[in-house]
């Protein structure tokens, strides 16, 4: 018969090894730096602030067709779920710190940001964001997903962020924009 104990003592473990690779992970991703690759990081990293990018996707697509907005609606939603989830309940609870806070010789490329660092608020915004206007806007899925994957990707690239922030803040955000489909299917 196997103990419990043990089951806890090789969980500790794996979530230890887990995080050692996080961190090597995110050193060999923030190590390898070019000026252009900079520029273009730091760039996804601004227009993926507060989920700005998607809601001017979002207004455009409106603007180009008012019988969108009911869609609109269900990306915004998202979005501010996204928001509320990571930054004002997730973030707080897990308080995992920043990289650049863990490690004063990691370089930070955007300005540092104050908050928490699990999980990313831009990764989540950037899943809910592009799963939610996919729908609204079918044929621009692999614009919509290559940004996403781009914007979330930056934040680890510029400092601050590690590999699994922004893993969590992928899946949270799909889960977010998943909870705002079937809210707004219910609602129908």
């Not at 003592?9 to 090894?17: C, G, S, W």
């Not at 730091?42 to 697509?61: D, F, H, K, M, N």
């Not at 928001?83 to 707080?92: E, G, H, N, R, S």
């Amino acid at each position: 018969m196997v103990r419990p104990l043990y089951f806890r003592v090789t969980a500790v473990n794996a979530l230890r090894q887990l995080v050692e690779w996080d961190d090597v992970a995110r050193v060999w991703l923030t190590t390898h730096h070019h000026p252009i690759a900079d520029a273009m990081m730091e760039g996804l990293s601004i227009i993926g602030r507060g989920g700005a990018i998607w809601i001017a996707i979002t207004l455009a697509l409106v603007i180009l067709d008012r019988r969108r907005v009911h869609a609109a609606g269900v990306v915004l939603v998202a979005l501010a779920l996204a928001f509320v989830m990571t930054d004002l309940v997730i973030k707080p609870v897990v308080a995992r710190a920043r990289p650049f806070e863990k490690s004063v010789a990691t370089r930070v490329i955007d300005r540092r940001p104050l908050t928490y660092s699990f999980p990313s608020g831009h990764a989540a915004s950037a899943v809910a964001g592009a799963f939610t206007l996919s729908r609204l806007w079918p044929n621009g899925r692999l614009v919509l997903w290559s940004l996403a994957t781009l914007v979330a990707l930056s934040r680890i690239y510029v400092g601050v962020h590690y590999p699994l922030d922004v893993l969590g803040g992928a899946v949270l955000g799909l889960a977010c924009a998943w909870v705002a489909h079937r809210v707004a299917a219910a609602r129908l």
